[in-house]
């Protein structure tokens, strides 16, 4: 019976978490789409602001727009949340073990949140992707092709890899048409063209990305590898919200143990000794951390959100690999995956995430030790 309670209990924090995470989630999406269009939508001489994002998705999309990809998102932070909150109880408690005292340095919990964060990463990477792609269709006028199969015609390749896609016409038709003066005995240069890689859209460009957000057409046309795309940067940026958040956030509470012991008489020895601070107090310090986070890594998520938002098709990978390409940019640029070109961007949509960040934070620990608490009350 014991262990069965055990369980119950187990499951019931869970749950909990869960909820909450899903909860902040849905109530900060329309921040995290805005913030992600203002990154992905600027470049060095052009800025987007909030207004314009929003009045190009209200006008393509409408008010669901706003909440594109959603679901993906609330999926993966589920896993991703639970996972990063899940590995630094798991490693603050090997910190812990063998103490008087129950009580993590600032710097232990900077190492154990930078592991927890990339932990995250490697979880929430697919989910976000998707997300990402989503959001950024909800913002773009998608022309619908005129391109006519003939009868009995083989679909082109763009269209086996990508259902519903069909080659830019007039491109096509510019091309056959400067080929057109070439001597050749060929009849069916059209089909040929389309059959070609790099021509497939008949644009000589790679699908939009608006046409690749479905996990199938994800994998035929990048690969599997493509779900993890901007791991680097991803992997930075995670571990440093991770640790950023976790020492900031244990910082402000042994602050807020001292100045409640200040008054007790006899001074406290252990912070067990101190009573436990209110469930408010411990909100607004998570709240106040992970806006802190998103600041510090801020930068390494604009280049991670570029990165995903561009298609690279598997024949491009693979042609990189024969060529034995290298990331552009300096040491450190190629070690943390921000491509030179963003070095200017990498800060647009900081106060946006510092607010999602914040609020979310704030949601998932308030309405978290609110409901365990009235659930424990009404169990007991």
């Known amino acids: 019976m014991e262990d069965l309670s055990k369980n119950q209990i187990f499951a019931l924090h869970g749950i909990v978490g869960a909820g909450s ?26 800025e987007l602001n909030a207004n314009q994002v929003v009045l190009r998705v209200l006008s393509v999309s409408g008010n669901k727009g706003l909440f594109s990809g959603f679901g993906w998102l609330a999926f993966g932070r589920v896993f991703g949340v639970g996972a990063r909150f899940g590995v630094y109880e798991i490693l603050t408690a090997y910190c812990k073990d063998g103490r008087g005292d ?27 992707l998707i997300k990402l792609r989503m959001q950024v269709a909800a913002a773009s006028y998608v022309p619908s092709s005129n391109f006519a199969l003939e009868e009995g015609a083989r679909k082109p390749l763009v269209a086996r890899l990508l259902n519903g896609c069909y080659p830019d016409k007039r491109s096509l038709n510019q091309y056959v048409g400067l080929m057109s003066t070439l001597t050749t005995k060929n009849t069916n240069i059209t089909g040929d063209l389309l059959e070609y890689p790099w021509a497939m859209t008949g644009s000589g460009r790679p699908p939009s990305v608006c046409n690749v957000r479905r996990p199938s057409d994800i994998i035929s046309l990048e690969g599997w590898n493509a779900l993890w795309r901007g791991l680097r940067s991803g992997i930075v940026r995670d571990s440093v919200f991770g640790g950023v958040f976790f020492s900031s956030w244990q910082f402000l509470h042994q602050i807020m143990l001292d100045w409640k012991a200040v008054g007790m008489n006899p001074q406290p020895r252990l912070n067990e000794e101190i009573p436990p601070l209110s469930p408010l107090a411990v909100t607004l310090a998570a709240g106040f951390s992970g806006s802190v986070a998103a600041a510090a890594s801020h930068g390494f998520d604009t280049s991670r959100s570029r990165s995903q938002c561009t298609v690279l098709p598997k024949y491009v990978s693979m042609e990189r690999r024969l060529l034995k390409w290298k990331r552009p940019g300096t040491k450190f640029q190629r070690f943390t995956g921000i491509h030179p070109s963003d070095r200017n961007i990498l800060f647009r949509g900081l106060g946006l995430r510092m607010a999602r960040s914040g609020v979310a934070s704030f949601m998932i620990v308030g309405s978290y030790l609110f409901a365990v608490d009235h659930l424990a009350s009404s169990l007991t």
Do not use: C, R
């Not at 913030?35 to 060095?44: E, I, M, N």
């Not at 600032?106 to 932990?119: K, N, Y």
């Open 21 to 46: 995470i899903a909860l902040a989630t849905a109530f900060t999406y329309p921040l995290d789409t805005i913030k992600l269009l203002t990154q992905v939508g600027s470049s060095a001489g052009k």
């Open 102 to 128: 129950n009580y993590v340095t600032m710097s232990e919990a900077l190492l154990a949140g930078m592991v927890a964060g990339a932990t995250e990463t490697f979880i929430s990477s697919p989910f976000e």
